[in-house]
């Protein structure tokens, strides 16, 4: 067994785990308006894969136009957008929860990739159906329009799955996720003038 690389990827792994973890409480730190902390996120995110793929920019820019791809930054956008909205509003811990009905409506959605959902997956559906309604009960906020936005936060990030992987059929992930944040940029950037 290779220590170094194990070593490695578990750094990664705890690393991108604290990252995300702690971009929530960023943005309630921040005090922006939700969509312009996205702004700024996309921002940041687009001007390190600049740097990082400036060999692969013209390619790039030509990609920019192909309909998945802009449909995924839109939901990218969406998801964010709705996810710091929602935590604004009611506990993070409430809102990730309704965050990560993400992957169960990306399984959902699987049969527009083709992908058959077996018992397997209707099972793994049922249990995380069942395992948000044992985490929610009895403790969910009564704002109804927080469990709502981050409801929708769920639901695009399920539909932002799907729409990658039409996506990563034209564009490696590393460039999907600098195209998706250049299209973010784009839609977002009339909030940061409001």
Not at 49 to 74: A, C, E, M, W
Not at 88 to 114: C, D, H, N, Q, R
């Amino acid at each position: 067994m290779d220590y170094t690389n194990t070593r490695k990827g578990l750094i990664e792994i705890l690393s991108s785990t604290v990252i995300w973890g702690s971009i929530p409480l960023f943005a309630i730190w921040s005090l922006l308006p939700s969509p312009i902390f996205v702004f700024f996120r996309v921002l940041i995110s687009a001007l390190l894969l600049t740097v990082i793929l400036h060999r692969d920019l013209k390619s790039n820019i030509r990609k920019l136009f192909n309909p998945y791809i802009i449909l995924s930054g839109v939901l990218l956008s969406l998801n964010w957008v709705f996810l710091f909205y929602a935590v604004f509003m009611i506990p993070v811990s409430e809102a990730i929860i309704f965050y990560y009905t993400g992957p169960v409506i990306a399984i959902l959605f699987s049969p527009l990739l083709k992908e058959k959902i077996g018992k397997g997956g209707l099972l793994n559906i049922s249990i995380s159906f069942a395992g948000i309604i044992i985490m929610s009960a009895g403790s969910l906020s009564i704002n109804i329009i927080g469990i709502l936005l981050a409801l929708f936060s769920g639901i695009t990030y399920g539909l932002l799955s799907i729409t990658s992987k039409f996506s990563a059929k034209y564009v490696s992930s590393m460039n999907l996720v600098f195209l998706q944040s250049i299209i973010s940029m784009i839609i977002l950037l009339p909030f940061v003038f409001v």
